[in-house]
């Protein structure tokens, strides 16, 4: 029996030994041994800062149908109901083909431009086992502008109507409520305003966004254009907002100085200056419709 | 003789009940106490790191199932005590990527609450060491989204030779967990979300 006393002895300490640490956390150091990459998500709440691109995108069969509205100055003045009177629209439709990849097609008044483009997300920011600090979406977009020609009597082609935009989208969660992005891009007209306009002009775009709620966040936007490139006289486009999500929509209401949805009409045709009181009250209504079969 | 010895070392280590009832183990001396007593301490742990949980969202208006492939868990036989745990981003499936996003955005908070666990003790007594099937009930802490509820959750074991298959279904309030449904999808989430477990233990080397 003394054996057998000797043993439940060797037992006991040895329990205790191993109680010491519960097992749950014994668990945890055991899982951390081999940690999960763990990708960020959620860095912007759409696929839109505001007039701008964000670095994400829809997912697999996800789709967008945002309907954009920007109104006309606040110092219109009262005439024009400060600037509630007037009304610039584009309705867009957006899909995503992979998880990584978007098609989208759109049509704004200003300019009658219909503009198609493609994202790809090329990194996704990713902590644990793979450590990637950055998102990086790449955007590029064709441009047709549709309106009929102010000096029609003049020989122009048809490919003349013809932009091209490409931007890298280099964004980054810094933690819950705080992702900001960069932009740096270029766009190409095939016509210019005048004779003496670059062809060219590239900008960089700063952008960030910061959660006040899980469902709310602020948002902002500035975009920076080499200057110089352009006879007349353009603006940085500049515009900030709030984003409200329930669901299915993403609702963004902001304050601008361009009325441009799009990179074409945004960049070089912004002639709305914030110094001079040319902003205006606008909204994009971002309704997500999910085509994956259950 | 020298095979009676060896018999009673391997069947020791399948469990320590086998300890106290193999008498012929008992005829030996101290010296077998301190060879075997290490090696059944550390075969007495059962884990799994590949397991399933599912859970599903009946709503009038909304179907939404999940599943993760990453539950893990111990289980100590000498006590009977157990650890469970599922990192809430491992769920997939959802009816769309925005969904799972707002899963873990808004409704379990995952970059804060990174882990739902369980973590507790068997109430019944049951000898790990005869095979079967056991309905037992586990009673522990539950954890999700940070809120901790203590639980009494009903589990199938059957208990073969090397291995130990667990099943559970039950379900967990959304309200105990303090996670809120705002109004307007109160009819595309239900209040009671059912979940299923479904994993294999295998003797922790």
């Known amino acids: 029996m003394h054996s057998q006393i000797f043993i439940f002895f060797i037992l006991f300490i040895f329990n205790v030994s191993l109680n010491s640490q519960s097992l749950l956390d014994e668990l945890n150091a055991e899982n951390s041994k081999q940690p999960d990459t763990i990708f960020t998500e959620a860095t912007f709440k759409s696929t839109r800062i505001i007039n701008g691109q964000s670095v994400e995108t829809l997912g697999k069969k996800g789709m967008n149908l945002i309907i954009s509205h920007r109104f006309g100055n606040i110092n219109s003045g009262g005439h024009q109901f400060y600037g509630l009177d007037q009304s610039s629209i584009r309705l867009g439709l957006e899909y995503g083909l992979t998880n990584r990849i978007d098609i989208g097609i759109g049509r704004s008044r200003e300019l009658e431009l219909v503009d198609s483009y493609i994202k790809l997300k090329l990194l996704r920011q990713s902590s644990g086992a793979l450590v990637m600090p950055v998102s990086l979406t790449w955007y590029s977009s064709m441009t047709l502008t549709a309106q009929k020609w102010v000096h029609p009597t003049l020989y122009y082609s048809f490919i003349d109507r013809f932009s091209y935009i490409h931007e890298l989208i280099v964004a980054r969660k810094f933690n819950e409520k705080l992702s900001m992005q960069l932009v740096p891009g270029l766009i190409h007209m095939n016509l210019t305003e005048t004779a003496k306009d670059k062809n060219i002009l590239p900008y960089v775009g700063f952008a960030g966004r910061y959660k006040i709620l899980n469902r709310i966040s602020l948002s902002a936007e500035y975009y920076w254009v080499y200057p110089g490139f352009t006879k007349a006289k353009i603006y940085d486009p500049f515009s900030f907002g709030v984003d409200i999500e329930t669901g299915g929509h993403v609702f963004q209401l902001h304050f601008s100085n361009s009325r441009g949805m799009n990179e074409r009409i945004m960049i070089p045709e912004n002639h709305n200056s914030w110094k001079k009181g040319d902003f205006g009250f606008g909204f994009n209504i971002i309704r997500h419709f999910n085509l994956k079969r259950n | ?205």
């Open chain 2, 1 to 205: 003789m020298v095979l009676d010895l060896i018999l009673s070392g391997i069947s020791t280590l399948k469990g320590i009940s086998c300890l106290y009832k193999n008498m012929i183990f008992m005829k030996y001396k101290l010296l077998l106490g301190f060879l075997f007593v290490p090696f059944i301490g550390s075969a007495q742990i059962f884990k799994t790191t590949q397991g399933s949980a599912k859970f599903v969202s009946d709503a009038p208006l909304e179907l939404i199932q999940a599943q993760s492939l990453k539950l893990s868990g111990l289980l100590k036989i000498s006590d009977k005590s157990f650890a469970f745990t599922v990192p809430m981003r491992s769920f997939e499936g959802f009816n769309s990527e925005l969904q799972r996003t707002h899963f873990n955005e808004n409704y379990v908070e995952s970059a804060k609450y990174p882990d739902a666990t369980f973590e507790g003790k068997i109430i019944e007594d049951i000898d790990f060491s005869v095979p079967g099937t056991y309905d037992i009930r586990g009673k522990g802490k539950f954890i999700v989204h940070g809120v901790e509820q203590v639980r009494i959750i009903k589990c199938r074991l059957i208990i073969q030779n090397d291995k130990i298959s667990l099943t559970s279904k039950f379900s967990v309030m959304l309200a105990d967990h303090n996670i809120k449904i705002p109004s307007v999808v109160s009819k595309k989430i239900t209040e009671e979300i059912v979940v299923e477990i479904n994993t294999t233990l295998i003797p922790k080397k």
